[in-house]
């Protein structure tokens, strides 16, 4: 597939730096450690990533500092994210909703099931994001970035209902917002994007629905970018997936705590991608999480064509990473980058910050409703 288009890729690597939506797991082993090795691979290949870091759960170890070692679980995260900065990496801002409200009860970390931040009061959502806003200014002043908080990716992709959420972005500086992935519906979490105007391209959201493309320029939605499993994928997948199951060696994971039932049976996420009788039957987003270096390049492939032959002028794929997920696959995805080098000479690694730049230099237009 090499390589004499006439115009660029852009790739927007963005990752959701972060422990379990179920609120277990420990921040050096799903963030620090793991966030570490993959810069390492990032600066290898001269890739450029922007990290989503969850704020709600840094102000909640802090709330609670004196349990366990969430003190040091929460220092932790701030080194996090000034070796990120010192990377030369991008930082923004993540919340998990479920963040808010949760309590420690028997010893144990109780999230809500409100994973959705729209499904929060509006004072609640004020609140929140006004306060994760301000401790991560703190904390990147501390390191001398000086690049704004201008961005936010949702946790769990939940965005609805927007409108006040629309306000908070807009008054505090909030330009480009990440989530929405054309047809996801969680009927739990109230989210609902099947009617979805731009299935992968950057527009400007209606300030009431952001499902629509607005007529007025402020908030800036960047949809993930779409891409499917073919047959052949899907049955090998599948079949790996089971017989990882059946032949490896189950691992402890040292980082759970042997956490109750209530809190791991709510998964309100797990059936998100979505199998049909096609010839497309898997229909998910790009992503980076524990998946094995073919299904890497056989995605990637499909979204980069259909990018690349499409009438925009800004060809943009965005690829979700979740860092939490790495541990047993970094092979493949030095592998995968690798790829990318050997086979592809018009991708460019963009940060969201760029990409900002990019609107108000009028080289990426959004879509707009005339």
Known sequence: MKKNNNSKVRILLEDDNEILGSGIGHTMLRQYLPTLKYIDILKNHNAKSTFYVDIAHLLFLRKNKNFKDF????QTIENLIGHIINSKMEVQLHIHSQWVNAEIKDNQVYVTKKWNIGQLSNSEQTKIVEECLLELKRIKDSFLDTIPNNSFKAGSWGLQPFDNLYKQFKEKGIKVVMGPIKGLKVDVLDMDYTNLESDSSPYYCDKKNINYIAKDKDIVVIPMTPTYLNWLDFIRYITQIISKSIFQRKEDEIDLYNPPLEITS?????????????LKPFRTHLK?????FWYLKNTFKRSYKTVKNSDNSYKLLVIETHTKDFKNTFKDIDKFFNYLKMNFDDLEFVTASQIIKDIENGVLNPLIKK
């Not at 003190?71 to 929460?74: E, F, G, L, R, S």
């Not at 980076?288 to 094995?292: G, K, L, S, T, V």
């Open 266 to 278: 709510f998964k309100p996420l797990a059936n998100k991608d979505k199998l049909n009788i096609s």
């Open 71 to 74: 003190n040091i679980q929460a």
């Open 288 to 292: 980076i999480n524990a998946q094995p």
